[in-house]
């Protein structure tokens, strides 16, 4: 992956997927078997999800829990798109189309849902196994025509 040249400074941007309500054991640990296996399973452009786990705290008392993963990732946006290798965008559908696959079928295994969001723009949700319109159409489907025209 390290034999693209990217123009100094090419800033990275972070999908998040995010598991959605009430957290039990049986998620979190299947989830993290997931984060192991993505790992090996294929070489990433900058690198293998990474566990987010955190626990916002507010001045009432109350707490807000925050558990998922996040892929770092090449801007593409504008004007980063003119200098990002076609290549390295490619790779990045790749990693983001198995990472949906993945949180898919745990959805279904386990009746859990997850949200993906890049950087702090919602993107969509996974419920019941199924990608809704704005990952499956507004983000995939999307980004792999982008592609397809810059070829």
């Not at 009432?60 to 990002?84: C, F, I, N």
């Amino acid at each position: 992956m390290n034999d693209f040249i990217l123009a100094p400074g090419h800033p990275i941007r972070c999908l998040y997927f995010m598991v959605q309500g009430e957290l039990f054991i049986e998620v979190t640990q299947a989830f993290e078997e997931l984060l192991i296996s993505l790992a090996s399973r294929r070489p990433w452009v900058i690198d293998a999800p990474q566990l987010v786990d955190y626990i916002d705290e507010f001045p009432d008392g109350s707490e807000v829990h925050t558990y998922g993963a996040a892929l770092q990732m090449y801007s593409a946006s504008e004007p980063w798109r003119k200098t990002l290798p076609p290549q390295i965008d490619r790779y990045h559908l790749e990693e983001v189309t198995l990472i949906v696959e993945e949180l898919c079928k745990l959805s279904l295994e386990l009746n859990c849902d997850f949200m993906l969001q890049y950087d702090d723009v919602y993107v969509g949700c996974i419920k019941n196994g199924i990608t809704d319109e704005s990952i499956r159409i507004g983000l995939l489907d999307e980004w792999q025509k982008m592609l397809d025209q810059s070829k």
